[in-house]
């Protein structure tokens, strides 16, 4: 068996800093959920986040929640699915068979520094970075992530790859 196909255990540091990001997304999200306690919620993120959307102008929910524009009840992001990818946090929800949203918060230092959110739309996330660097897959296509839409399979949804 060649050096190549033994893949190195995952240090425990990196590890760590998987749990703690994924801890910070939960922990925005039962700050909104919570009855909007948005300080909570702005400690989390940086002051110069960097905002992505995709989907249509009048879904921009998230937006409008952490800019105080809209009410933390006008729209609720119950996330299904919440999983580590690297330095990205990548969450899923969908109500019913007319939304379906993917959120990829990046994190530094235990902080949200950027933010993409996908809405009504299919998400596969790629690594494009060059060969040894530290994001893990186990799989050869280089797919990180696929989008887990639910009940929304026999729906038509425009279709995007994240490339990370």
């Given at each position: 068996?060649?050096?190549?196909?033994?893949?190195?255990?995952?240090?425990?540091?990196?590890?760590?800093?998987?749990?703690?990001?994924?801890?910070?997304?939960?922990a925005?999200?039962?700050?909104?959920?919570?009855?909007?306690?948005?300080?909570?919620?702005?400690?989390?993120?940086?002051?110069?986040?960097?905002?992505?959307?995709?989907?249509?102008?009048?879904?921009?929910?998230?937006?409008?929640?952490?800019?105080?524009?809209?009410?933390?009840?006008?729209?609720?992001?119950?996330?299904?699915?919440?999983?580590?990818?690297?330095?990205?946090?990548?969450?899923?929800?969908?109500?019913?068979?007319?939304?379906?949203?993917?959120?990829?918060?990046?994190l530094?230092?235990?902080?949200?520094?950027?933010?993409?959110?996908?809405?009504?739309?299919?998400?596969?996330?790629?690594?494009?970075?060059?060969?040894?660097c530290?994001?893990?897959?186990?799989?050869?296509?280089?797919?990180?992530?696929?989008?887990?839409?639910?009940?929304?399979?026999?729906?038509?949804?425009?279709?995007?790859?994240?490339?990370?």
């Amino acid at each position: 068996m060649s050096a190549a196909a033994i893949e190195s255990p995952v240090p425990e540091s990196v590890l760590k800093v998987e749990k703690q990001n994924k801890g910070t997304v939960d922990a925005l999200y039962k700050g909104l959920s919570d009855g909007g306690d948005m300080g909570k919620v702005a400690k989390l993120i940086a002051s110069d986040l960097e905002w992505w959307f995709h989907g249509p102008p009048r879904c921009q929910h998230m937006m409008r929640m952490l800019t105080g524009e809209s009410s933390h009840t006008k729209f609720r992001f119950e996330p299904r699915c919440i999983e580590v990818v690297g330095d990205c946090v990548i969450a899923e929800g969908w109500e019913g068979a007319q939304v379906y949203w993917v959120h990829v918060w990046t994190l530094k230092d235990n902080v949200i520094t950027q933010f993409r959110e996908y809405f009504n739309t299919w998400l596969t996330v790629k690594d494009i970075s060059p060969h040894g660097c530290e994001i893990r897959h186990e799989n050869h296509n280089h797919t990180l992530w696929r989008s887990h839409p639910g009940d929304l399979f026999k729906r038509s949804l425009p279709g995007l790859i994240l490339g990370i």
